[in-house]
Protein backbone atom coordinates (compact mmCIF):
# COMPACT_ATOMS: atom_id res chain seq x y z
CA UNK A 1 0.00 0.00 0.00
CA UNK A 2 1.21 3.41 -0.81
CA UNK A 3 2.07 5.69 2.09
CA UNK A 4 1.97 9.51 3.01
CA UNK A 5 5.35 9.29 4.49
CA UNK A 6 6.03 7.62 0.62
CA UNK A 7 4.59 10.15 -1.31
CA UNK A 8 6.11 13.02 1.21
CA UNK A 9 9.82 11.74 0.07
CA UNK A 10 8.66 11.13 -3.37
CA UNK A 11 7.70 14.92 -3.55
CA UNK A 12 10.78 15.98 -2.03
CA UNK A 13 13.13 14.09 -4.47
CA UNK A 14 11.32 16.26 -7.62
CA UNK A 15 12.09 19.77 -6.15
CA UNK A 16 13.96 21.65 -9.52
CA UNK A 17 11.50 19.99 -11.76
CA UNK A 18 10.12 22.23 -14.48
CA UNK A 19 6.31 23.04 -14.22
CA UNK A 20 3.97 22.67 -17.43
CA UNK A 21 0.31 22.38 -17.53
CA UNK A 22 -1.28 19.20 -18.26
CA UNK A 23 2.31 17.24 -18.21
CA UNK A 24 1.82 14.51 -15.50
CA UNK A 25 5.63 13.38 -14.80
CA UNK A 26 6.21 13.54 -18.83
CA UNK A 27 9.16 14.20 -20.93
CA UNK A 28 7.66 17.62 -22.69
CA UNK A 29 8.27 17.19 -25.97
CA UNK A 30 6.93 19.65 -29.10
CA UNK A 31 4.59 16.77 -30.06
CA UNK A 32 3.35 16.84 -26.05
CA UNK A 33 3.19 20.69 -26.16
CA UNK A 34 1.40 20.86 -29.33
CA UNK A 35 -1.10 18.29 -28.06
CA UNK A 36 -1.81 20.19 -24.96
CA UNK A 37 -2.35 23.36 -26.43
CA UNK A 38 -4.85 21.57 -28.53
CA UNK A 39 -6.48 20.30 -25.86
CA UNK A 40 -5.90 23.02 -23.32
CA UNK A 41 -6.03 26.46 -25.39
CA UNK A 42 -7.02 28.70 -23.06
CA UNK A 43 -3.63 27.91 -20.40
CA UNK A 44 -1.47 26.68 -22.90
CA UNK A 45 -1.23 28.97 -25.19
CA UNK A 46 1.42 30.49 -27.72
CA UNK A 47 3.20 32.82 -25.25
CA UNK A 48 2.88 29.80 -22.48
CA UNK A 49 5.13 27.65 -25.05
CA UNK A 50 7.59 29.97 -26.15
CA UNK A 51 8.32 30.88 -22.06
CA UNK A 52 8.75 26.63 -21.93
CA UNK A 53 11.21 26.80 -24.71
CA UNK A 54 13.02 30.01 -23.38
CA UNK A 55 13.26 28.15 -19.88
CA UNK A 56 14.54 25.40 -21.48
CA UNK A 57 12.27 22.74 -20.60
CA UNK A 58 12.18 20.57 -23.56
CA UNK A 59 13.14 17.58 -23.60
CA UNK A 60 12.98 17.34 -19.60
CA UNK A 61 10.28 15.68 -17.52
CA UNK A 62 7.92 18.34 -16.72
CA UNK A 63 5.04 18.44 -14.12
CA UNK A 64 1.84 20.28 -13.27
CA UNK A 65 0.32 20.22 -9.27
CA UNK A 66 -2.04 16.56 -9.67
CA UNK A 67 0.68 15.15 -11.75
CA UNK A 68 2.62 15.10 -9.02
CA UNK A 69 0.78 13.15 -6.52
CA UNK A 70 -0.82 11.38 -9.57
CA UNK A 71 2.62 9.80 -10.37
CA UNK A 72 3.38 8.56 -6.68
CA UNK A 73 -0.23 7.20 -6.12
CA UNK A 74 -0.46 5.72 -9.95
CA UNK A 75 -3.82 7.42 -9.90
CA UNK A 76 -4.12 10.76 -11.83
CA UNK A 77 -6.89 12.50 -10.40
CA UNK A 78 -7.58 16.92 -11.05
CA UNK A 79 -7.67 18.70 -7.43
CA UNK A 80 -10.93 18.92 -7.84
CA UNK A 81 -11.40 15.27 -8.06
CA UNK A 82 -8.93 14.80 -5.37
CA UNK A 83 -11.37 16.45 -3.29
CA UNK A 84 -14.48 15.38 -3.87
CA UNK A 85 -12.66 11.35 -3.37
CA UNK A 86 -10.80 12.35 -0.09
CA UNK A 87 -11.37 9.73 2.54
CA UNK A 88 -11.47 12.64 5.44
CA UNK A 89 -10.76 16.47 4.69
CA UNK A 90 -8.86 18.20 7.49
CA UNK A 91 -9.56 21.09 9.02
CA UNK A 92 -6.27 23.27 7.88
CA UNK A 93 -5.67 24.64 11.25
CA UNK A 94 -4.63 21.21 11.92
CA UNK A 95 -1.73 21.85 9.83
CA UNK A 96 0.42 21.09 12.77
CA UNK A 97 -0.27 17.58 13.38
CA UNK A 98 -0.73 16.47 9.83
CA UNK A 99 1.17 13.42 9.07
CA UNK A 100 3.43 13.81 5.89
CA UNK A 101 1.89 13.11 3.09
CA UNK A 102 -1.45 14.93 3.52
CA UNK A 103 -2.48 16.92 0.58
CA UNK A 104 -2.64 19.98 0.72
CA UNK A 105 -5.86 21.63 -1.33
CA UNK A 106 -7.22 24.52 -2.26
CA UNK A 107 -9.56 25.28 -5.15
CA UNK A 108 -7.16 24.30 -8.28
CA UNK A 109 -3.94 23.90 -6.55
CA UNK A 110 -2.78 20.50 -4.10
CA UNK A 111 0.84 20.40 -2.47
CA UNK A 112 2.35 17.67 -0.34
CA UNK A 113 2.28 18.46 3.28
CA UNK A 114 6.24 17.08 4.02
CA UNK A 115 6.39 18.22 8.10
CA UNK A 116 7.66 20.68 10.51
CA UNK A 117 11.37 22.36 9.70
CA UNK A 118 12.50 24.29 12.87
CA UNK A 119 8.87 24.75 14.14
CA UNK A 120 7.57 25.56 10.86
CA UNK A 121 4.87 23.77 8.60
CA UNK A 122 6.68 22.92 5.15
CA UNK A 123 5.22 21.37 2.03
CA UNK A 124 6.06 20.63 -2.10
CA UNK A 125 4.20 21.76 -4.71
CA UNK A 126 4.65 22.30 -8.51
CA UNK A 127 3.43 25.91 -8.46
CA UNK A 128 3.58 26.99 -11.58
CA UNK A 129 5.27 28.01 -15.23
CA UNK A 130 7.57 30.78 -13.24
CA UNK A 131 8.28 28.16 -10.43
CA UNK A 132 8.64 24.47 -10.77
CA UNK A 133 8.46 21.89 -8.18
CA UNK A 134 9.51 24.11 -5.27
CA UNK A 135 9.88 23.60 -1.32
CA UNK A 136 7.61 26.16 0.93
CA UNK A 137 5.90 27.19 3.75
CA UNK A 138 2.24 26.11 4.29
CA UNK A 139 1.50 29.49 5.28
CA UNK A 140 2.77 31.23 1.98
CA UNK A 141 -0.41 29.40 0.11
CA UNK A 142 -4.03 30.31 0.73
CA UNK A 143 -4.50 26.03 1.45
CA UNK A 144 -8.11 25.50 2.79
CA UNK A 145 -7.98 21.70 3.94
CA UNK A 146 -5.82 18.72 4.25
CA UNK A 147 -6.55 15.66 2.42
CA UNK A 148 -6.29 11.96 2.99
CA UNK A 149 -7.36 8.55 0.95
CA UNK A 150 -8.48 5.14 2.08
CA UNK A 151 -5.87 3.61 -0.65
CA UNK A 152 -2.82 5.54 1.88
CA UNK A 153 -1.67 4.91 5.11
CA UNK A 154 -0.58 7.57 7.66
CA UNK A 155 1.72 8.17 10.79
CA UNK A 156 0.56 10.63 13.24
CA UNK A 157 1.86 11.71 16.17
CA UNK A 158 -1.62 13.40 17.40
CA UNK A 159 -5.23 11.86 16.17
CA UNK A 160 -6.53 14.18 13.65
CA UNK A 161 -10.30 14.43 12.77
CA UNK A 162 -11.60 15.50 9.67
CA UNK A 163 -15.30 15.03 7.55
CA UNK A 164 -15.99 12.36 4.88
CA UNK A 165 -17.76 12.31 1.75
CA UNK A 166 -21.68 11.83 2.31
CA UNK A 167 -23.81 9.94 0.07
CA UNK A 168 -25.45 11.74 -2.95
CA UNK A 169 -29.73 12.23 -1.81
CA UNK A 170 -30.47 12.78 -5.86
CA UNK A 171 -30.81 9.90 -8.23
CA UNK A 172 -27.93 10.39 -10.58
CA UNK A 173 -29.44 11.44 -14.16
CA UNK A 174 -29.01 9.16 -16.88
CA UNK A 175 -29.71 11.46 -19.77
CA UNK A 176 -27.35 15.09 -21.07
CA UNK A 177 -27.38 18.05 -18.44
CA UNK A 178 -26.42 21.75 -19.63
CA UNK A 179 -26.89 25.13 -18.58
CA UNK A 180 -30.61 26.16 -18.39
CA UNK A 181 -32.10 22.82 -17.28
CA UNK A 182 -33.69 22.42 -14.34
CA UNK A 183 -35.08 19.85 -11.73
CA UNK A 184 -33.86 16.87 -9.00
CA UNK A 185 -31.40 16.04 -12.23
CA UNK A 186 -29.59 18.95 -11.75
CA UNK A 187 -29.59 19.01 -7.77
CA UNK A 188 -27.93 15.33 -8.48
CA UNK A 189 -24.98 17.28 -10.36
CA UNK A 190 -24.93 20.36 -7.82
CA UNK A 191 -24.65 18.09 -4.79
CA UNK A 192 -21.47 16.72 -6.58
CA UNK A 193 -20.04 20.05 -7.59
CA UNK A 194 -20.25 21.21 -3.94
CA UNK A 195 -18.34 17.44 -2.73
CA UNK A 196 -15.82 18.69 -5.52
CA UNK A 197 -15.48 22.05 -4.12
CA UNK A 198 -17.55 24.43 -5.45
CA UNK A 199 -19.72 24.76 -2.13
CA UNK A 200 -17.09 28.17 -1.91
CA UNK A 201 -16.42 30.92 -3.80
CA UNK A 202 -14.43 30.26 -7.00
CA UNK A 203 -12.86 31.60 -9.90
CA UNK A 204 -12.66 30.44 -13.45
CA UNK A 205 -11.12 31.91 -16.30
CA UNK A 206 -10.55 34.85 -14.26
CA UNK A 207 -14.05 35.79 -13.16
CA UNK A 208 -15.35 34.96 -9.86
CA UNK A 209 -18.18 33.25 -8.87
CA UNK A 210 -20.25 32.34 -5.91
CA UNK A 211 -20.52 28.72 -4.39
CA UNK A 212 -22.60 26.30 -6.47
CA UNK A 213 -25.78 26.34 -4.65
CA UNK A 214 -28.51 22.99 -4.85
CA UNK A 215 -31.08 24.74 -6.25
CA UNK A 216 -31.68 23.05 -8.90
CA UNK A 217 -31.37 25.44 -11.36
CA UNK A 218 -28.27 24.85 -14.16
CA UNK A 219 -27.31 28.69 -14.22
CA UNK A 220 -24.33 30.58 -14.91
CA UNK A 221 -22.86 29.64 -11.60
CA UNK A 222 -23.32 25.47 -12.42
CA UNK A 223 -22.28 26.15 -15.51
CA UNK A 224 -18.59 27.88 -14.88
CA UNK A 225 -18.71 24.92 -11.78
CA UNK A 226 -18.72 22.15 -14.97
CA UNK A 227 -16.63 23.83 -16.66
CA UNK A 228 -13.53 24.26 -13.94
CA UNK A 229 -13.67 21.22 -12.98
CA UNK A 230 -13.81 19.36 -16.38
CA UNK A 231 -10.67 21.80 -16.62
CA UNK A 232 -9.58 20.47 -13.48
CA UNK A 233 -9.94 16.54 -14.47
CA UNK A 234 -8.04 17.44 -18.11
CA UNK A 235 -11.38 15.83 -19.78
CA UNK A 236 -13.42 18.03 -22.77
CA UNK A 237 -14.57 21.74 -21.63
CA UNK A 238 -17.99 22.55 -23.46
CA UNK A 239 -19.78 22.32 -19.92
CA UNK A 240 -21.99 19.47 -20.84
CA UNK A 241 -22.84 16.99 -18.30
CA UNK A 242 -22.58 13.19 -19.92
CA UNK A 243 -21.79 9.54 -18.68
CA UNK A 244 -18.09 10.73 -18.87
CA UNK A 245 -18.17 13.73 -16.29
CA UNK A 246 -20.57 12.02 -14.34
CA UNK A 247 -18.19 9.21 -13.61
CA UNK A 248 -15.56 11.70 -12.85
CA UNK A 249 -17.68 13.51 -10.54
CA UNK A 250 -18.49 10.23 -8.85
CA UNK A 251 -15.06 9.13 -8.47
Not at 85 to 101: E, H
Not at 172 to 194: A, F
Amino acid sequence: MKTGKGLAEYAISKIGLPYFYGCKMQLLTTDLMNRLHKSYPSMVTAKYMNKAVKQNQLLKINTDCSGLIGAYREKHLGSSQLYSTAYKRLSISDVRNFAPGVVLWKSGHVGVYIGMEDGVPMCVEAKGIDYGVIKSRVSATNWQYGLTFNDMEYNYDVAVFGVSKKKNPYVEPTHLLQKGMKGNDVKWLQWELREAGFDRPFEYKGKSYGAVLIDGDFGKITDAAVRAYQASCKITIDGKVGSITRTWLKG
